[in-house]
């Protein structure tokens, strides 16, 4: 049954030490707010999973929180690199993090075989290609129907899934407008699931029915958390903060700018910082 918890709560009793995680969100409804908790309570030797490791990643690799990343494009979107995640492997600073790499759609299948209950997520792919040479979790079988020869990639079935959301009904239902990434699928895939949502109304009525994307028996703890994708978007609210994206670049590079403006910004915070950045964005 859902449970209404503060976002330190949802946190607390979701996720632990050495947890397959994912925090998923595509450019839109990245669920920040969670992520920084999990910095803010330290919990460690976490594999994360994500189709498009951004910032949000690179802080908790940077802050030493990782020890395995499943992805496949890793970047600052629209501006360059993750320095931290290049620092982890290529420096071992903090600490060394192991890393598997796919395809969008190889991630796409993974999450969506692990929400259907399977152990692998077969499709065409990779033909061509050189990941298989350094992913050895990347193999080929072939159709028993028609001869053809297939990708094959285990399927992701993460301990928890956090996603963002725009809002939760009373009872538990969660609503979701505009873009999305893998997020329903990320969700099914989990064991444990926990939305932060912009806010709590009583129920969807007068809404399409199709914005219903996860039902209140899938979900283990809502949070509400106004603001919480920043610096991604949340439709309806408030838009991408593209100053911060920029921003990052130059603070990711100095490892201690990286670890002063960590300190400032996340492990001295509360989740209420999330919505005293956003109201000049909601105007």
Not at 229 to 237: C, D, E, I, R, V
Request: hydrophobic share 45%; proline share 5%; with cysteine.
């Amino acid at each position: 049954m859902t449970q209404f918890l503060s976002l330190a709560d949802a946190v607390r009793q979701n996720l632990k030490h050495g947890d397959i995680v994912a925090f998923e969100g595509f450019t839109h409804l990245i669920p920040v707010a969670a992520a920084h908790e999990a910095i803010r309570q330290g919990v460690t030797d976490l594999t994360l999973l994500r189709m498009t490791p951004d910032i949000v990643y690179d802080q908790m690799i940077g802050m030493g929180l990782a020890r395995k990343v499943i992805f496949s494009y890793a970047g600052n979107p629209g501006v360059g690199l993750l320095r931290r995640m290049r620092d982890a492997i290529e420096n071992q600073f903090p600490r060394a993090i192991e890393t598997v790499e796919h395809s969008h759609s190889a991630m796409a299948q993974a999450y969506e075989a692990g929400a259907a209950g399977l152990p692998l997520a077969v499709f065409r792919g990779y033909k061509g290609a050189d990941l298989p040479k350094v992913n050895p979790e990347i193999k080929s079988i072939t159709c028993p129907f028609t001869g053809e020869e297939l990708a094959a990639v285990p399927a992701h079935r993460p301990d928890v899934t956090f996603i963002h959301a725009q809002k939760a009904s009373r009872k538990g239902d969660v609503l979701i407008e505009g873009i999305i990434g893998v997020q329903k699928e990320a969700a099914l895939a989990a064991r444990r699931v926990v939305v932060t949502v912009e806010e709590v109304v009583a129920d969807f009525k007068g809404l399409h029915p199709n914005l219903t994307i996860l039902p209140n028996w899938t979900i283990d703890a809502i949070a509400v958390v106004p603001g919480g994708a920043h610096p991604s978007y949340t439709h309806g609210y408030y838009e991408r903060d593209n100053a911060t994206y920029l921003e990052w670049d130059k603070i990711s590079a100095d490892r201690e700018l990286f670890a002063g403006w960590m300190r400032e910004n996340v492990l001295e915070v509360g989740p209420e910082v999330f919505a005293k950045r956003v109201e000049g964005l909601r105007s």
